[in-house]
């Protein structure tokens, strides 16, 4: 992978409209549970992003056929699928990669992967998928790398542990090649899994309780092939929110998927932003109170994430930047991942009032001029947060480690070029 730097001049005001891409959290287990039928399967709106370039790499291994046949279109066909060893390296570039245990256990009866990468922001659990693959009908052997096996998956009641998304993930694939009934209780329902969904009712599975933390599946069905397109990003969405709040821009969201966005709007509502809907656009107006909502009797407000519907975790690193650049104070409170808010030091280098109370809460008080600075991007969302943070400071600012930042947007220094940024992507070398 090449490292790129982003080189940035802060202090412009953007203007035009943006659309954000296809979810990167629905494309991935969608393109891995493509894998589930021997039917040609059409995806359309798929971000051409870094984590999906990997896995479109990891799914040719297993005999799949994988092409794109359009700037944002990919076509799958897993007419026969090798019984898989999954190769570690490409394992460990994305945590999306253990999205190939459900659908390859489920055509070959067996998969050995390694333990995936993806972004560093805290020890990441991968209980809940064992736990539900081994209640339906999995064994597995743990070690430097997993073995999954089975003689035929078999339909269960199963209470998640967590709400996990892709192991909630894991196990609608599961659930779908499973023979008989599953139900799914205390699974997640954010709008990749809703998506995800979807895609295999299109396939023909049989699925209700879509949306809820309560999934029916009636398994074992013939599977065909299907045309699916991907939903939009509601963590790009909630980016370009962040976007035009800290660079006092008016920006047109275009086809942001509205009915997705009640708990982004309400937290950037608690910092003094909001937005018009108009249609399935959303409108951020450049003319904001930006001043931060104090709780009833003047108290300090919070802003936490939870699994879904509530306030996403991936937005969190965006709404914290976007607080620098409001008045007053607020407590951020991440509960999901310990090692999330850290960047937050480097914020702090840029001239933001932040005080880390500990791994999981910062309170934040503004708004502060920000300093043009040189930073690492040390995960995807951290990254996209420093990028509006050097976008609104004073000077230039370099950001290294900036591949990250591309694991999970498309084209970013075009796109928001385009609405008048100006961001120099320069690649310094192939890692
Ligand atoms: C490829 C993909 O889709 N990645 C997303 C997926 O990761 P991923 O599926 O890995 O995340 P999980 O949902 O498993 O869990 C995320 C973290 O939250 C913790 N947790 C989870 C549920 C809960 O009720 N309490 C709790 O503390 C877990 O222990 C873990 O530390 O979901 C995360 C949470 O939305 C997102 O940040 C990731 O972008
Ligand atoms: C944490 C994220 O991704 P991943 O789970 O793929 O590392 C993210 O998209 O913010």
């Avoid at 007053?328 to 850290?342: D, V």
Wanted: proline residues 5%; negative net charge; hydrophobic residues 45%.
């Amino acid at each position: 992978m090449s490292a790129v730097q982003y080189i940035v001049e802060g202090g412009q005001r953007l203007q035009g409209t943006i659309r954000p891409a296809g979810n990167k959290n629905a494309a991935l287990p969608i393109v891995a549970a493509a894998l589930i039928t021997d039917q040609p399967v059409q995806l359309h709106n798929v971000p051409r992003i870094r984590d999906i370039e990997t896995l479109v790499e990891l799914i040719r291994t297993t005999g799949a056929d994988c092409e794109w046949n359009g700037e944002n279109s990919l076509r799958i066909h897993a007419r026969e699928v090798r019984a898989a060893d999954l190769d570690p390296a490409m394992c460990v570039r994305i945590r999306a990669s253990i999205l190939l245990a459900a659908p390859l256990l489920a055509r070959c009866g067996t998969v050995t992967l390694s333990p995936p990468g993806g972004d560093v922001i805290g020890r990441r659990r991968l209980d809940t998928h064992f736990h539900v693959l081994q209640a339906l009908g999995a064994t597995y052997e743990l070690g430097a790398r997993f073995r999954f096996d089975t003689p035929g998956l078999v339909g269960a009641d199963v209470f998640l542990d967590e709400p996990s998304v892709t192991a909630t993930e894991n196990a609608l694939v599961a659930a779908v090649a499973a023979k008989g009934r599953t139900i799914l209780r205390n699974a997640a329902s954010e709008p990749h899994v809703q998506d995800l969904a979807r895609f295999l009712v299109a396939l023909g599975a049989r699925i209700e309780g879509i949306g809820s933390n309560v999934y029916t599946i009636e398994g074992g069905l013939p599977l065909g092939g299907a045309t699916h397109e991907i939903g939009p990003d509601h963590i790009e969405v909630g980016s370009f929110i962040g976007l035009a709040a800290v660079t006092r821009s008016t920006l047109r969201i275009e086809r942001a998927g509205v009915e997705h966005l009640r708990s982004t709007l309400m937290g950037f509502e608690k910092l003094g932003i909001s937005c018009q809907i108009d249609g399935d656009d959303l409108i951020v107006p450049a003319e904001q109170s930006r001043q931060m909502q104090n709780d009833l009797g003047g108290h300090v407000a919070k802003l936490e994430d939870q699994p879904w519907p509530a306030f996403p975790a991936d937005t969190m690193s965006i709404a914290i930047v976007a607080a620098t650049q409001c008045e007053g104070m607020i407590l951020f409170h991440e509960k999901m991942f310990e090692s999330r808010l850290y960047f937050t030091d480097k914020l702090v280098g840029m001239g933001a009032r932040i005080v880390l109370c500990d791994p999981h809460r910062a309170i934040v008080s503004g708004p502060t001029q920000l300093r043009g600075g040189t930073v690492e991007s040390p995960d995807i969302r951290a990254g996209m947060a420093m990028l509006l943070a050097a976008l609104c400071a004073d000077g230039t600012s370099v950001i290294n480690n900036a591949q990250q930042i591309e694991r999970g947007y498309e084209r970013i220094e075009s796109r928001l070029g385009a609405l008048g940024a100006r961001i120099k992507r320069v690649v310094l070398s192939a890692q």
